[in-house]
């Protein structure tokens, strides 16, 4: 229901001009033909893309040793990967902020140090893409382990053996046996901080400032400022929608993500 009222707003059957109104596609058609607006989504887009192969990259060493080195203490390390669920998002992008600023941690330390002085701080660390990438990696990284992790815990241990007494090195029954084996997980993690981060406008507006500025953040602008167009923010809300389910549709058909099992 409130996607339906949104997609009402979008072909302006419904309004907040007054006057009269009818279906129609003109707020479309100016999306569309719109630089600023499709230039900010694939900014969106490349970014959302950059930030979730380094999660992934980061994420699967982490779940490997978790799942497959082993250890006894595992599930506590487990415990402690995901500890920081245990508080507030907000809370924990302005424990970044309270970081990366002028007098914060790093730019203490840089000046404890002596290389830099008090009057020229680091100012690239906060509100930049850095920061928004950063702040992103930090907190979708759990996200991205643990399915990552039950797709590694689930695999045959026979298998890896078989592959030994046969002859392959550590790094070829990796490749052709483990790999393979986890990557529904790899992909299901890939999609849990893709889809979220391409819509993100909370992180950019604490620590992203102009240049981290994204998608999330113009439909937001666009319902909440004090001259609302809600016809464009639906149109925006609505082809995020739809360009989110045709890649969920497309990992799902050919990488099949619904074998990951929880």
Do not use: C
Request: charged share 10%.
């Amino acid at each position: 229901m409130p996607i339906a009222i949104v997609a009402t707003y979008s072909f302006e059957v419904y309004t907040l001009d007054p006057g009269p109104h009818g279906f129609t596609l003109a707020a479309w058609r100016a999306f569309l033909h719109s630089p600023i607006y499709l230039s900010l989504f694939w900014k969106s887009v490349k970014l959302s893309l950059l930030v979730s192969v380094v999660v992934v990259l980061l994420a699967y060493p982490l779940a490997y040793y978790l799942a497959l080195s082993g250890t006894k203490r595992k599930y506590v390390l487990l415990l402690i990967l995901i500890a920081p669920f245990l508080t507030s998002y907000l809370l924990r992008v302005l424990a970044w902020k309270v970081i990366l600023g002028n007098e914060g941690v790093i730019n203490s330390f840089v000046e404890w140090v002596g290389l830099r002085s008090p009057d020229h701080p680091i100012s690239q660390l906060l509100y930049s893409r850095f920061a928004v990438m950063l702040v992103l990696a930090y907190v979708w990284l759990p996200f991205v382990a643990l399915p990552i992790f039950v797709s590694l815990e689930s695999v045959d241990q026979s298998l890896l053996e078989a592959a030994s007494d046969l002859g392959a090195s550590r790094w070829r029954a990796f490749r052709n046996v483990t790999l393979p084996l986890s990557l529904p997980g790899v992909i299901a993690g890939f999609l849990f901080v893709f889809i979220p981060t391409l819509g993100e406008f909370v992180t950019p507006s604490l620590v992203g400032g102009a240049s981290g500025y994204m998608y999330g953040n113009q439909i937001v602008d666009l319902f909440q400022t004090g001259f609302p167009d809600w016809t464009t923010g639906s149109v925006l809300s609505l082809f995020l929608l739809g360009v989110v389910a045709v890649m969920t549709g497309v990992f799902a058909r050919f990488l099949q993500v619904r074998q990951v099992t929880a």
